[in-house]
């Protein structure tokens, strides 16, 4: 240690208006830290709202090795095994539920599945307005995740979580209806 302090051992960053800078990117100064870090010894990783697809191309090529959390630490990303883990699912209960709520204020539902691929599957309603379709249609073309009918969510899904856009009025009825499930955020 000098000067007393204790010897860094991990940095843990956040993406979006942390390790990313405005243009969604790694800067070069912010490159060249990541390198200097891991000369150091000093190991790094990542927690981020953002879904693994939505980050991996521009963490590829930084030496990301340690597990990294995603969606707000619902899913646990191994590079080594190049496996996912998750612990906080929702339940069926739970899903019914916010489904139920979504579908009541007129809204889609886009949920959010867990796969054996490691991947990931998005399932929906049938879309209310434009602007759901042009989000459907960027899920499948920019996070090339898989998109589904909500009809074809096998029951042995694993959910890691529900979207919806829409009115604030819409979405605050929502989350007034599904305030009374303790395990959801």
């Given at each position: ?7 860094m ?6 993406l ?36 693994l ?22 899913m ?7 496996h ?48 759901e ?12 995740l ?14 890691t ?6 009115d ?5 009825s929502v ?11």
């Amino acid at each position: 240690p000098r000067h007393g302090y204790p010897r860094m051992e991990l940095v843990v960053f956040d993406l979006d208006g942390t390790l990313l800078n405005r243009e969604s990117a790694i800067s070069d100064y912010t490159s060249e830290t990541l390198r200097l870090l891991n000369r150091r010894g000093i190991a790094y990783t990542v927690a981020t709202g953002r879904t693994l697809h939505g980050a991996r191309a521009v963490l590829d090529g930084h030496q990301f090795r340690l597990p990294q959390a995603y969606k707000n630490g619902v899913m646990i990303w191994h590079p080594e095994t190049k496996h996912f883990s998750s612990r906080a699912t929702l339940t069926p209960g739970e899903l019914d539920h916010v489904v139920r709520a979504c579908l009541a204020q007129k809204l889609t539902p886009f949920i959010y599945t867990l796969d054996e691929d490691a991947g990931s599957t998005v399932y929906h309603s049938p879309t209310v307005t434009d602007i759901e379709y042009e989000l459907i249609r960027s899920i499948g073309v920019e996070e090339a995740l898989k998109v589904r009918a909500l009809n074809d969510l096998p029951a042995d899904a694993t959910i890691t979580h529900v979207n919806a856009i829409g009115d604030g009025d819409a979405i605050q009825s929502v989350l007034h209806s599904v305030n009374d499930e303790p395990h959801l955020v």
